[in-house]
């Protein structure tokens, strides 16, 4: 067993009874989950939409404007006309410029703005719950998945320490029964023990690495790089 295993085992161990691993797995966890990401899509969408109906009142509203060219009518006082100190009419060939604001909102549209928006705030209020849904049903995830690692190493460290206890009778056994000090029957009885002894170390070491690979692939980050982590 190299130096960097000792050390990724001791990291391990640390890991596996600290508080803060496990918030720093719940952390990555919510940061890449796609549910979260989708969660935080749906809350963006609902307040666009929210925005859209406050504004869609102002679709009715309207700059307006227009140009005519035509015969305009004016009065001037004429002294010297017919009829002393009356107004004459006068016409002349100029454009004309009409700017306004035009408004055409339909009544049921005014009737219904008001509860637009509230079903427009509820949506929002709907998908920050479901957001929140998501990040606890991730966090119960990860602590379900950590607590199952760390059974998975104490039962693979117990497995790992029989098998040296039964490799070591094995060994011994094999001697003495070379040497004529035991029958066949007990030789038996040891290799047998040894040998499921192997079985149960070989499967609490793949109930360990699937369950480690499990919660690696869920909280989205190497697990050596978060162990580097703990203080």
Known sequence: MNAQTVSTDILMAKGLESEDFLLLLIESAIKFSPLVKKGTAAVEVANASLKINKNAIYSGVAALSSYNYGTNYSAVNN??????????????????????????????????????????????????????????TIKQEVIGRFQALKLAKKILTLSNSNLQSV?????????????????????????????????????????????????????????????????
Do not use: C, W
């Open 167 to 231: 490799e070591s009778s094995y060994i011994m056994a094999e001697k003495r029964f070379a040497q004529n000090q035991i029958g066949i029957d007990e030789q038996s009885k040891v290799l047998e023990s040894y040998n499921k002894a192997k079985i149960e170390y070989e499967t609490s070491l793949n109930t360990f690495q699937t369950a480690f690979m499990q919660l690696e692939a869920f909280v989205g980050v190497n697990l050596s790089t978060l162990l580097q982590q703990i203080k």
């Open 79 to 136: 002294p010297t006309g017919t009829v002393p100190g009356a107004n004459s009419f006068t016409t002349s060939q100029t454009g004309f410029y009409n700017v306004g604001v035009g408004v055409q909102l339909s009544l049921i549209n005014i009737l219904n703005r008001k509860h637009t928006i509230k079903a427009g705030q509820a949506q929002i209020n709907s998908a920050l719950a479901e957001q929140e849904n998501i990040n606890l």
